[in-house]
T-cell receptor, first 114, second 110 residues
Framework: KAGVTQTPRYLIKTRGQQVTLSCSPI?????VSWYQQTPGQGLQFLFE???????NKGNFPGRFSGRQFSNSRSEMNVSTLELGDSALYLC?????????????FGEGSWLTVV | AQRVTQPEKLLSVFKGAPVELKCNYS??????LFWYVQYSRQRLQLLLR??SRESIKGFTADLNKGETSFHLKKPFAQEEDSAMYYC????????????FGKGTKLTVNP
């Protein structure tokens, strides 16, 4: 079956702009989570959605937001982009987020802010 | 506070040598511990988790609650083991929040 799919794979934005990243989970998976990966901070949890509800949120400013649709697809949005938002954004999905579920990661969206 | 520490940023061994990637954690309660691996140009993928107590690709990891460690070991390293390895933890009970270490880049030399 198809893995976690993220679009776009690469994008360049200017400071102050906003960006929307999309994630299609593995078919049947209802939990979607997002992570930011940077050389300095490593992998950091952004948020997790299950059945269209945000169930957990990381320590990021309100400029970072997300949502999940009824088909489990998810989007994350970053407004008023800053240079420090340049990162690889990873989406991950699992069946239900319950203990024991395997989490599968997408290839990520590379965001460069100039 | 939840924290995962991987003290070695880089680790280089020769093929056939034993390898140990260190991981220490800080967590209030009983976490689930995982090792994830990222091979060159591939996505991050689960290598093993402590509750399964399994060996994957010859790797094993034992959870030591007294030392709060979850070191990854392999008795005989192979060149194809060269990759980035991340230790991670999550709380039990349904949270999908993974807390990752900064990762260790393992290079297995021929």
């Amino acid at each position: 079956k198809a893995g976690v799919t993220q679009t776009p794979r690469y994008l360049i934005k200017t400071r102050g702009q906003q960006v929307t990243l999309s994630c299609s989970p593995i078919s049947g998976h209802r939990s979607v989570s997002w992570y930011q990966q940077t050389p300095g901070q490593g992998l950091q949890f952004l948020f997790e959605y299950f059945s269209e509800t945000q169930r957990n949120k990381g320590n990021f400013p309100g400029r970072f937001s997300g949502r999940q649709f009824s088909n489990s697809r998810s989007e994350m949005n970053v407004s008023t982009l800053e240079l420090g938002d340049s990162a690889l954004y990873l989406c991950a999905s699992s069946l239900s987020g319950s203990s024991g579920n395997t989490i599968y990661f997408g290839e990520g969206s590379w965001l460069t802010v100039v | 506070a939840q924290r995962v520490t991987q003290p070695e940023k880089l680790l280089s061994v020769f093929k056939g040598a034993p390898v140990e990637l260190k991981c220490n954690y800080s967590y209030s309660g009983s976490p689930e511990l995982f090792w994830y691996v990222q091979y060159s140009r591939q996505r991050l993928q689960l290598l093993l988790r402590h509750i399964s107590r399994e060996s994957i690709k010859g790797f094993t990891a034992d959870l030591n609650k007294g030392e709060t460690s979850f070191h990854l070991k392999k008795p005989f390293a192979q060149e194809e083991d060269s990759a980035m390895y991340y230790c991670a933890l999550s709380g039990r009970g349904g949270s999908e929040k993974l807390v990752f270490g900064k990762g260790t880049k393992l290079t297995v030399n021929p």
